[in-house]
């Protein structure tokens, strides 16, 4: 099955700077790739996707890479604010089958904007 | 928050009793999840459903049971609740508008096994 691992696990930037949180996967089928943004005590919310057929995709501050040939993705996080902390998690699947879209997961990343 | 509740919200429970977790949808989704979330595993799929008595298993389905009767609701049953299976459970959908495959994620079930 799909592997997905994510690092780092902890990530600490100042106030302004942006944060790059990388994912690689195993399933060379896995075509669409969503990332997850988690406040305490909240469920995860997404923040943005990717599929295959595309390279990168932008919303504001938030964009995602995607590199098949390598298997990997990434989210990076533009002039950080203290509401971007919370812990970010990647994901990937092979898309929507007539079975559902089964996701597999990373393992989170901890992401801390300190003033 | 795509109009999904999951009831209760925090249990508290012994070993060896059952418990049910339900999840409920009033959009007609189709496609319905269960996941578990554990500190250092992130989310990982128990169970999940493509249809009224359609279901079929994840990643971790050992010790769960799931049931969907009709549309709205995803039961997820725990036979005989173990320590193991203290977590936070998270009940999500796919949309059947907007990219397909995209789930979005209920309140969360807070289960601690004593």
């Known amino acids: 099955g799909e592997n997905v691992e994510q690092h780092p696990s902890t990530l600490s930037v100042q106030e302004g700077d942006s944060a790059v949180i990388k994912c690689t996967y195993s399933d060379s089928a896995s075509n669409y790739f969503p990332w997850y943004k988690q406040e305490l005590g909240k469920r995860p919310q997404l923040i943005i996707d990717i599929r295959s057929n595309v390279g990168e995709k932008k919303d504001q501050r938030i964009a995602v890479t995607l590199n098949k040939t390598a298997k990997h993705f990434s989210l990076h996080i533009t002039e950080t604010q203290p509401e971007d902390s919370a812990v970010y998690f990647c994901?990937?699947?092979?898309?929507?089958?007539?079975?559902?879209?089964?996701?597999?997961f990373g393992t989170g990343t901890q992401l801390k904007v300190e003033l | 928050d795509a109009g999904i509740t999951q009831s209760p919200r925090h249990k508290v429970t012994e070993t060896g009793t059952p418990v049910t977790l339900r999840c409920h949808q009033t959009e007609n989704h189709r496609y319905m999840y269960w996941y578990r979330q554990d500190p250092g595993h992130g989310l990982r799929l128990i169970h999940y459903?493509?249809?009224?008595?359609?279901?079929d298993k994840g990643e971790v389905s050992d010790g769960y049971s799931v049931s969907r009767s009709k549309t709205e609701d995803f039961l997820l049953t725990l036979e005989s609740a173990t320590s193991s299976q203290t977590s936070v459970y998270f009940c999500?959908?796919?949309?059947?508008?907007?990219?397909?495959?995209?789930?979005?994620f209920g309140p969360g079930t807070r289960l601690l096994v004593l």
């Open positions: 994901a990937a699947s092979p898309g929507l089958t007539g079975g559902g879209n089964k996701l597999t």
């Open positions: 999500a959908i796919s949309p059947p508008r907007g990219p397909r495959g995209t789930q979005y």
């Open positions: 459903s493509y249809g009224v008595k359609d279901t």
